[in-house]
């Protein structure tokens, strides 16, 4: 019998699609990479191509995606960012060995060489998290208006205004929960 597992939200920013394979934090958590191979398929998403993934490097794997969680929180809320997050992306950044190949259409692909693919793919969205964490990229880190998700998310939009991790899930809800709250007040109204 197959499993079914929760659908991944796949965002444009690595880094942070990556914490988001943890959703509703702040309510019911949805674990999107429940076991290691649902992890291989999700970074299979991201053109990161590993073929195998033992517990230790899916437990490092959810240490990283903590690590950035918590870094990411911080920076959207003006906070400095907590050292042990640091430290962590760091380590993470410099245990990969991974390199950017242009291809001929002009666009990049990642190949993992070493023996430890999985680290190797780790380093790599390491990388990702410190260059939105360094602003180095155009956007700003946010935290979702959901308040049973306040998932740190990436806001590349003109006005910086997005509210949402996830417009057709977040952003859905809440539409869903306003339109049902002022039909209420209608039919109250009219009562
Ligand atoms: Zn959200």
């Known amino acids: 019998m197959r499993t079914e597992y929760p659908d991944f939200r796949l965002g444009s ?10 959703s509703e934090r702040c309510g019911d958590p949805i674990e999107r990479i429940p076991t290691p191979q649902r992890f291989i398929d999700w970074l299979a998403e991201y053109g990161l191509n590993v073929e ?10 959810r240490e990283l995606r903590e690590a950035i969680h918590a870094a990411a929180t911080a920076a959207a809320n003006g906070e400095p960012l907590p050292a042990h997050a640091v430290l962590s992306i760091n380590k993470f950044s410099a245990a990969g060995k991974a390199a950017a ?18 680290d190797d793919a780790l380093g790599v969205i390491a990388a990702d998290a410190i260059s939105i ?24 939009s003109q ?33």
Do not use: H
């Open 13 to 22: 920013v690595l880094a942070t699609s990556f914490t988001g394979t943890l």
């Open 52 to 61: 195998t993934c033992t517990t230790d490097q899916y437990n490092r794997a």
């Open 101 to 118: 190949f242009l291809t001929r259409e002009g666009r990049r692909q990642w190949k993992l060489g070493s023996a430890s693919r999985v």
């Open 133 to 156: 964490l360094a602003g180095e990229r155009d956007g700003k880190l946010a935290l979702c208006a959901s308040p049973s998700c306040q998932a740190a998310f990436f806001d590349t």
């Open 159 to 191: 006005s910086r205004s997005r509210r949402w991790c996830d417009m057709g899930t977040c952003g859905n809800k809440e539409k869903k929960a306003r339109f049902i709250a002022n039909r209420r007040k209608k039919t109250r109204a009219g009562e």
